[in-house]
């Protein structure tokens, strides 16, 4: 299994400032057949399901604010916040779906209010 | 619109056999690079994917699941149901189906709203 780690577990962050969640895996998620990246970011609020951000670790599924920024190739993967909202307290999670055989997320992180 | 809905029991014996549905629409799991994929979230805890099929009927499940675990598709219906037997109070979650559009690389871009499950006697 490609085992996905985050980090923080959890971030507290002012208002209007900066979040950076990092996501490492165990193996590299960067397919040579398409030179893609299978890496996705959700953000998740309670009671409701799981939201895709991003996906290809930095296309941003339509409709996402600008705000939120994927990056990273390989093994090691960074979702940026540029300007933290009241809105985006969530748990973001990333995962990893470059294995056709199992896909795997992280063990999400907690974005709240400092 | 794409949407889909989870169904199944809300409360469930230890050492039965638990089955869930997901009804879809506004995509068939017929095309090329469709498929559909099962997630859960124990309370408190992290998202766990299980199992996905595709329009190929392919299917790939958790390893640490795949012994519990059946996929299978009623294309006519539009529904892709979710067998896992042999339950404990540790499968206690919130059950999610999910659209896959790889073939626009987008893994989980529609989910149903889940189905909380409990696991207990």
């Known amino acids: 299994d490609i085992v996905m780690t985050q980090s923080p577990d959890s971030l507290p962050v002012s208002l209007g400032e900066r979040a950076t969640i990092n996501c490492k895996s165990s193996q590299s998620v960067l397919r040579s057949s398409d030179n893609k990246n299978y890496l996705a970011w959700y953000q998740h609020k309670p009671g409701q399901p799981p939201k895709l951000l991003i996906y290809w670790a930095s296309t941003r599924e339509s409709g996402v604010p600008d705000r939120f920024t994927g990056s990273g190739s390989g093994t090691d993967f960074t979702l940026t916040i540029s300007s933290l909202q009241a809105d985006d307290v969530a748990v973001y999670y990333c995962q990893q779906y470059s294995s056709s055989i199992a896909w795997t997320f992280g063990q999400g992180t907690k974005v709240e209010i400092k | 619109q794409i949407t889909l809905k989870e169904s199944g029991p809300s409360l469930v014996q230890p050492t039965q056999t638990l089955t869930l549905t997901c009804t879809f629409s506004g995509f068939s799991l017929s095309a090329r690079g469709v498929g559909v994929a099962w997630i859960r979230q124990p309370p408190g805890k992290a998202l766990e994917w299980l199992a996905n099929?595709?329009?190929?009927?392919?299917?790939y499940y958790s390893p640490s699941l795949k012994s519990r675990l059946t996929i299978f598709r009623d294309t006519s219906n539009n529904q892709v149901v979710l067998i896992m037997t042999n339950v404990d109070p540790v499968d206690t979650a919130t059950y999610y189906c999910?659209?896959?559009?790889?073939?626009?690389?987008?893994?989980?871009?529609?989910w149903g709203q889940g189905t909380l499950v409990t696991v207990s006697s």
């Open positions: 999910g659209n896959i559009a790889l073939g626009r690389g987008r893994p989980l871009a529609f």
């Open positions: 099929i595709y329009w190929s009927d392919d299917k």
